[in-house]
C-alpha cells in the first residue's frame, strides 16, 4: 500500500506516552496523516499513543496509533536510535494549519510506504 500524502522531512521534539509510560524522541519526517519517530525504545505495533509535538513556539497534541517499527541493530547499545511509523487518528487544528504551512516551504519526502 502507498502513502495517500508524501511526507517532509522535519525533525521536531516529541514527548511520547502510553498507559503512564513517557519517552522523548525526534520526528524524521511528517504528514498530515502520519509520521515517523526516531527513539531509543518502541512501542508495539497497534499501540495508540499520546504525542505532544514541539514546532516553533506551540506544542500540539496528537493521538496515534503504530504501524510499523524498526528495531535495533545492535543488541549491545541501548543507545542506537530506531523508528516507528505512526498513523495520525486524531490532532488538534493547529497541528494540521502547521502541516500546510511548512508543506509549502519544503520539498517532499518520502512517498512510499504503507498509506497514511
Known amino acids: 500500500?502507498?502513502?495517500?500524502?508524501a511526507r517532509i522531512k522535519k525533525?521536531?521534539?516529541v514527548d511520547i506516552s502510553k498507559n503512564g509510560l513517557e519517552q522523548m524522541g525526534v520526528t524524521v519526517n511528517i504528514s498530515?496523516?502520519?509520521?515517523?519517530?526516531a527513539?531509543?525504545?518502541?512501542?508495539?505495533r497497534r499501540s495508540k499513543l499520546q504525542i505532544l509535538l514541539?514546532?516553533?513556539d506551540d506544542i500540539y497534541a496528537i493521538k496515534g496509533?503504530?504501524?510499523?517499527?524498526?528495531?535495533?541493530?545492535?543488541?549491545?547499545n541501548d543507545n542506537v536510535p530506531v523508528g516507528m511509523g505512526i498513523r495520525i487518528e486524531h490532532a488538534v487544528p493547529g497541528y494540521y494549519k502547521y502541516i500546510s504551512a511548512i508543506k509549502k516551504q519544503s520539498p517532499p519526502a518520502i512517498k512510499s510506504r504503507s498509506g497514511y
Open 54 to 56: 514541539a514546532a516553533a
Open 1 to 5: 500500500m502507498k502513502r495517500i500524502e
Open 32 to 37: 498530515r496523516r502520519g509520521m515517523c519517530i
Open 11 to 13: 525533525s521536531l521534539l
Open 65 to 76: 496509533k503504530v504501524i510499523w517499527h524498526m528495531r535495533k541493530r545492535s543488541e549491545g
Open 39 to 44: 527513539t531509543t525504545e518502541i512501542f508495539r
